[in-house]
């Protein structure tokens, strides 16, 4: 028989009785194929368990937090093992370092290396389904390790890969990968085929219903993945290689971000490998750098340098420009209140103009663009958060997506 990976997200198994509606989903399957399952935390535990780490102290030891956070997981398997177990399938729970998953990088953001297939396998030839807890991996040394937010995707497709699955479904809240979130706009439309690079920027770029590193995952080990709803059981949408895609649509989906910061550093002295001196700590640091622009200095003196980070990185980033002595700077200036919208599709790469119409249309609205960030299949704006929905939804117009 072949095999098939399920995952099901946090709302997928967020009370009893979703458990046991989901319950329902794997046995229909294991008449078909040997299942492996990948769950995530219950809806909301993991935020909690976040939560409790920062009333301990804002510095909280990364290797515990993901002792801490993982946990979450081991509860949903282990209810949604002890259902099935109930309804007289053969089912258990395993946590990654009963398997093991082995991550390798740095605690809270690892990445799975190697997963060691034999107790499972064995489990799935004796008639097994095993519920495996996402999301976690366990180092080198055996010390607990997490993936980063969202990493259950970026588990099941790493389970995928390593048991060479048939199919890869994952289960979520929402029917597939629509044009935008559809809990933020009503005229959405579900996308039936989208490319790995866009889902990638869309992930990226703020559209959370696949985490990104999955994304890359899949693409590289030419995973396809199958997103539906674990609600209703409808056609859902379907991520894979752009040879396997007919489109005639210019843009593909519009992402937006409600949770980035501008800093700009004012009056910096113009001298090479400034840019270079400002964000080497910051990297040092892990705090991700997104945007950057700086201003062409009028007297080659001072230069004034904008770029974004996550908001929840604003102290860090603040404290580590004030304490860097390599550079010099009249005043630091920060908005939290920005958010950053983009749209994304292959199609631009051989449309003319494209550009143009998405400035049109937001100076149409009397948005006005404060950064601006292209690759060959996006464009993305910085503008205030207060205009973020009224500009995704005059994009979503201008580009046809409702249609
Ligand atoms: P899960 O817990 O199943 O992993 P997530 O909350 O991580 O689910 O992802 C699903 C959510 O992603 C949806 O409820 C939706 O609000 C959000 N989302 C954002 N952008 C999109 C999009 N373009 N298409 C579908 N869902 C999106
Ligand atoms: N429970 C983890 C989180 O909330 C992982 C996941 O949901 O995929 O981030
Ligand atoms: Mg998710």
Redesign the pocket.
Known sequence: MKIIVLK?????VGSIQRIKKVSKIIKSYSKKYRVIVLS?AM?GTTNKLINMSKKISENFPDNEYDTLVSAGEQISCSLLAGHLAAIGLNSRSWMAWQIPIITEGKHKYSRIKYINKSKILKFLKSGGIPIIAGFQGVDKYLNITTIGR?G??SSAIMVAKFFKADRCII????E?????????LNSVKKIKNISYEEMLE?ASL????MQPDSIQDARLNRINIEVKSSFVNKSGTLITKRKNIINNKIIT?I?STDNDAKVTLLGVKDRPGIAASIFKPLSQNSINVDMVVQNISADGKQTDLTFTIKSNDLNKTKKIIYKNENIVFKKLIFDKNVSKVSIIGVGMITTPGVTFRMFQALARKNINIQVISTSEIKISVLIKSKNASKAVKCLHKEFKLDK
Request: aromatic fraction near 10%.
């Open positions: 099901f997200g946090g709302t997928s995530s809806s969202g259950s995707d289960y979520t809240d929402v597939g990968v629509y044009t935008t979130d559809p809990n933020k869309m703020g559209s959370k219903v989906g992402s």
